[in-house]
């Protein structure tokens, strides 16, 4: 006998999202995540495609990195500011995703127990938080992103124009602030 | 009247279950408006601009690749063959699968860095065994949520990773290092109770009936998991890797193993696992970027400096607040995870360990510990949340043998107190 059989199933044991507090995507056997998903208007795929990309991007730029700097005693300094300007992308873009699909770290103590209506009226007020939240980031970012290009800011790197990067951030935070009105409608209609 | 606005419209956010980034973001707004009301835009421009610089920090890359780390080990398959080597290390005989758990979740901790993906997937594969060998599942869900509470102790933590972008001087190395034994101390800790009550109550009798794996042919499959936080942690040691490499370099290995020698992870795989530790990652780094916007907001209101006057001149003394800390902090981890605590409490705290000259690297792995503990103290602990699903136990069940080990981990946080240099004698051993 080589290997116990533990799970019975073999090795594909448990693996879904397990952010603390949210033990509601924590099922005992491993499901297909697209079974379970949220249906949205607009595909959630946009965003899931997206986030695979930067990911593997960001994961490749970072060991190509090293290999250079191992093989070649050269580092090369701009994919630093690249690679943090990925994470910013990565950060708004999977994280719109996750605002759709309402797993955002909270606490869920209070608002995950009570009556089914309670729980929705939290949830609607949540979602309108997030909404509020990044409408507000959306317009005041928007304004710097109007500085940046009129003062003809350039990134310290590689010495771009900055508003290259920082205009993401008023179309992104759009995208969530829109995610968040959706999943607040969506709450609404479960009744 | 400002700031007992914030703070009460903050906490009542937050108990509502509004997302945890989005209180963070709009208290922060909300109070950098009032504060600047004469003021163009009331000052709020510094709001994107708190947001874009809070998330723009290079040693901040470590987060998706570490996430992505575990999400990659989680799924070769290196969890049940660790398992099995543990238990052709330890044997077969009653209490020797709790042993199993806490060495495997600590090996686990050295690989992923984030808590209750350890009790997930050591809880998957653990529970059931334990059951068919006699144990009761609250018994075994309250070991295994005790147990990977160490993963925020044991480096690659997530948490500490946040908590030295935080704190200026802590370089991440350093923090890593200082975690390294506090969190082995734990995992002993926590084997004694958990021996100590499968003897008395005659827990596992079954367990001896099992068979033994055999010794090297589970050493050989484990060999490949063992490896990795020797590469991980060895790797920054040497100084081939800053921790963000290090991490790198572990995706491409586990890749290796999970594809190439264990053979469980797909091409078609990849997709779920970047779509996921990407989505993960997201929700981390949104948070770390909002706490952003609510630490300005706590320096523009200057409430942080008359908040630690009037701690530090309360007649407490040291330890004194050190006590109501450790109070404070466990009730909170009992609520939130480990790096939006950091998140929120550090800059609060910060001026206070500077004020006593604490060592803020013995106080970033004290803080770990407190938040370690509150994460398995029910009735609301996030781990015990995760693996008495598994178990189908109610939380209330596990509570008499999770007192157990609550007071091993409260042990050992007393020792670091003591004894500052259980945390720090590695770190300055290493010459961070």
Same mark, same amino acid.
């Given at each position: ?61 970072? +060991? ?11 580092? +090369? ?5 690249? *690679?943090? +300007? ?22 869920? +103590?209070?608002?995950? *127990? ?51 990067? *920082? ?5 992104? *935070? ?18 | ?21 989005? @209180? ?36 901040? /890359? ?66 059931? @065994? ?55 101390? $734990? ?9 100590? /009550? ?168 004290? /803080? ?17 949340? $995760? ?25 050992? /946080? ?19």
């Amino acid at each position: 006998m080589r290997t116990l059989h533990l799970s019975g199933s073999g090795v594909h044991f448990l693996f879904v999202m397990h952010l603390p507090h949210e033990p509601t995507h924590l099922p005992i056997d491993v499901p297909d995540p697209a079974a379970q998903d949220e249906v949205t208007v607009v595909p959630l795929k946009i965003e899931d495609w997206l986030t695979v990309i930067v990911m593997g991007l960001l994961a490749l730029i970072t +060991f190509l990195n090293v290999l250079v700097r191992y093989f070649t005693d050269q580092s +090369f300094a701009w994919t630093e500011e690249f *690679s943090v +300007f990925l994470m910013i992308v990565l950060a708004l873009v999977a994280g719109s995703a996750s605002v759709a699909r309402n797993r955002q770290i909270r606490i869920e +103590f209070f608002a995950d *127990s009570g009556s089914p209506a309670r729980q929705r009226r939290l949830a609607r007020f949540g979602a309108l938080m997030v909404a509020l939240l990044f409408a507000m980031l959306a317009a005041l970012s928007t304004r710097m992103v109007y500085d940046d290009f009129q003062y003809g800011e350039t990134s310290p790197g590689i010495g771009i124009p900055q508003w290259w990067y *920082s205009m993401w951030l008023p179309i992104l *935070s759009c995208a969530i602030a829109l995610r968040a009105l959706g999943l607040f409608i969506r709450r609404g209609r479960r009744a | 009247m400002i700031v007992t606005l914030l703070f009460a419209a903050f906490f009542l956010m937050m108990l509502v279950g509004v997302p945890i980034g989005a @209180a963070l973001g709009l208290a922060g707004a909300a109070a950098i408006g009032l504060a600047n009301a004469d003021s163009q835009w009331f000052g709020l421009l510094a709001v994107p601009q708190n947001f874009y610089a809070g998330l723009g920090k290079y040693p901040l /890359l470590a987060i998706p690749m570490f996430v992505l780390v575990g999400s990659i080990f989680d799924r070769s398959g290196v969890a049940l063959r660790l398992v099995n080597f543990a238990i052709a290390m330890v044997g077969r005989g009653p209490g020797m699968l709790p042993v199993v758990v806490v060495a495997v979740a600590m090996l686990m901790g050295g690989i992923s860095g984030s808590g209750p993906a350890t009790a997930a997937a050591v809880g998957g594969v653990m529970i059931a @065994a334990m059951t068919r060998s006699g144990y009761p599942p609250a018994f075994s869900a309250g070991v295994v949520g005790a147990a990977a509470s160490i993963d925020i102790l044991i480096p690659p933590s997530i948490a500490f990773i946040v908590y030295s972008v935080l704190v200026p001087g802590v370089s991440v190395p350093a923090i890593f290092a200082a975690g390294m034994l506090p969190g082995l101390l $734990v995992g002993l800790a926590l084997m004694v109770p958990a021996v100590w /009550l499968s003897r008395k109550y005659h827990f596992g009798q079954q367990e001896a009936l099992l068979p033994k794996p055999p010794f090297w042919a589970s050493l050989r499959e484990a060999s490949w998991g063992l490896a990795a936080p020797v590469l991980i942690l060895g790797g920054m040691r040497a100084g081939w890797f800053t921790p963000t490499e290090a991490a790198v370099v572990a995706v491409f290995y586990g890749l290796f193993v999970g594809m190439v020698i264990y053979r469980s992870i797909r091409v078609r795989d990849l997709f779920h696992i970047l779509r996921e530790s990407g989505e993960l990652s997201a929700i981390i780094l949104l948070v770390v970027a909002l706490a952003g916007i609510f630490a300005y907001s706590l320096s523009t209101l200057g409430i942080v400096d008359p908040l630690t006057q009037a701690i530090v001149n309360s007649g407490l003394g040291e330890y004194g607040v050190l006590a109501l800390l450790i109070l404070m902090l466990t009730v909170v981890g009992m609520f939130l995870d480990g790096i939006s605590i950091f998140l929120i409490f550090v800059p609060l705290l910060l001026p206070i360990v500077n004020f006593y000259h604490w060592d803020p690297v013995w106080f970033g792995v004290l /803080l770990t510990l407190m938040v370690a503990l509150g994460q398995f103290t029910p009735p609301i602990a996030v781990n015990l949340m $995760v693996t008495c699903r598994i178990a189908g136990v109610r939380m209330e069940e596990t509570v008499r043998w999770v007192i157990w080990l609550l007071a091993a981990l409260f042990c050992v /946080l007393l020792l670091v107190i003591i004894f500052p240099s259980i945390a720090l004698w590695l770190p300055t051993r290493l010459g961070y």
